[in-house]
């Protein structure tokens, strides 16, 4: 893909890969920074998991999901991040606008709460009524889009459920995306597939 084409998007002000040299960079320090440059065929993202999934928020608000995206975390990847294609895969949000990359916890919603006690559901498969001791929500590379189990303390297989959807009502919950904890516990959390994927670039 010719340079012209392509946007590096730095966070925290990183050193920029040498496969990388000569593109245009971006840096980073307020999400509006993003939506200036968000006019090239790729973008790459420097950064964290979270900063990903706030490059691909903001794209999602301002409908230019046919941006490709790739992610470069270590030295390795940014040869591919310039050369490879870029595949739809499905882009997971929750009911705020934010998008979930790479994966998502409901936890008990303070120090002194050992569990989350409501319901939850992954489409029409119940996960849990009652209490437990989390859940971890992750995005899938393919249909039907999410994946989820609990938390249960111990070693040894842990069943994933499948689905579209994963829904929690509760008495208080804090949300964790992307390694970053929401600022205060809420009530009822939704992670789902959009009804348009993001162009991944692996």
């Known amino acids: 893909m ?36 968000a006019g090239p065929r790729r973008l790459i993202v420097l950064g964290t998991h979270a900063d990903l999934a706030v490059v691909l928020a903001r794209l999602l608000r301002a409908d230019r999901l046919d941006v490709e995206v790739a992610h470069v975390r270590r030295q390795w990847q940014a040869r591919r991040a310039r050369t490879a294609a870029a595949r739809r895969v499905p882009l997971i949000r929750d009911e705020t606008g934010a998008v979930l990359v790479r994966a998502a916890y409901w936890l008990p919603p303070d120090e002194e709460s050992r569990t ?11 996960l849990f009524d009652g209490e437990a001791r989390g859940v971890r929500i992750e ?3 393919e249909m039907p889009g999410l994946r989820v189990r609990l938390l249960t ?15 929690l009502g509760t008495t208080g919950v804090r949300v964790v995306r992307d390694g970053v904890t929401a600022t205060r516990p809420a009530r009822r959390s939704t992670f789902y597939r959009h009804t ?4 991944a670039v692996r």
């Not at 989350?116 to 119940?126: H, I, K, M, N, Y």
């Open 116 to 126: 989350v006690a409501g319901e939850a559901v992954v489409d029409d498969t119940l």
């Open 2 to 37: 010719a340079a012209q084409d392509v946007v590096v998007l730095n966070f925290g002000e990183r050193r920029v890969p040498r496969p990388l040299a000569g593109l245009p960079v971006v840096d980073v320090s307020e999400p509006n920074h993003i939506d200036a440059a």
């Open 196 to 199: 348009q994927g993001w162009l």
């Open 139 to 141: 995005p899938m590379a």
């Open 153 to 167: 303390g111990r070693l040894g297989p842990r069943r994933w459920v499948t689905g579209r959807a994963a829904q």
